[in-house]
């Protein structure tokens, strides 16, 4: 099986996600910018407000696309599996991607208001994981906000990634419509996989919840 695109991937993940339609209590959290696209199309048939976690992978020294972790604005989470990097090396990474998010920050959301995620049930999106550590760390930056819980919703993951994130106590569900054993790159899986910019980021995000039919949503 392979999806068309992105929002193909979203509006079957919203099939999945049905019992959660005009919950005042429940939001779409995307990861940027892949995981955007996917959300739109589920905040949309659902009628929720969409939001976006920032959140940036650590790359190998020597292979800048290898995941050894990931970085958010307030934690960060390194693979044991990668054993003989520096700490030197992770702490500057750290700090570059940081000042790499606020800007992001700054860009997204400019003087707006992030949602408070206390008390909410929080539906984590992205267009797919390979390690999972971006999504994990994610996950580790939402908990610290309450929520009552946490369902991570995924077009495609291989199972390695999926027991990880099946595995933390944070996450109350897990939906994944692909998971391959046989898994290069999130990428294979879809038949348009074309780059998200920063200018469709923030299209959709203002597009999605200026579309809300929710009169008395109040955050």
């Not at 307030?74 to 998010?101: H, M």
């Not at 309450?146 to 933390?168: C, D, G, Q």
């Amino acid at each position: 099986m392979m999806f068309k695109n992105r929002e193909e991937a979203g509006i079957l993940l919203a099939d999945k996600l049905v019992n959660y339609s005009n919950k005042k209590d429940t939001v779409i959290v995307a990861i940027p910018r892949g995981g955007v696209p996917v959300g739109y199309q589920i905040c949309k048939k659902l009628n929720l407000p969409l939001e976006i976690v920032l959140s940036k992978k650590i790359g190998h020294p020597f292979n800048k696309e290898y995941a050894i972790g990931a970085v958010t604005l307030d934690s960060y989470i390194l693979s044991e599996a990668v054993p003989g990097i520096s700490n030197k090396y992770i702490e500057k990474e750290i700090k570059k991607i940081r000042g790499i998010l606020k800007q992001r920050q700054q860009l997204f959301y400019g003087s707006k208001k992030t949602i408070n995620l206390k008390n909410k049930t929080v539906i984590i999106v992205d267009d797919g994981v390979a390690t999972g550590n971006t999504l994990i760390a994610s996950i580790e930056l939402i908990k610290i906000a309450a929520p009552i819980k946490i369902i991570v919703a995924l077009p495609v993951a291989p199972p390695s990634a999926l027991k990880r994130i099946k595995a933390l106590s944070a996450v109350y569900m897990t939906i994944c419509l692909l998971e391959p054993r046989s898994f290069q790159a999130v990428g294979q899986f879809f038949e348009e996989f074309k780059q998200v910019d920063d200018t469709q980021v923030i299209d959709l995000l203002k597009r999605a919840n200026a579309n809300l039919k929710i009169d008395e949503l109040h955050f």
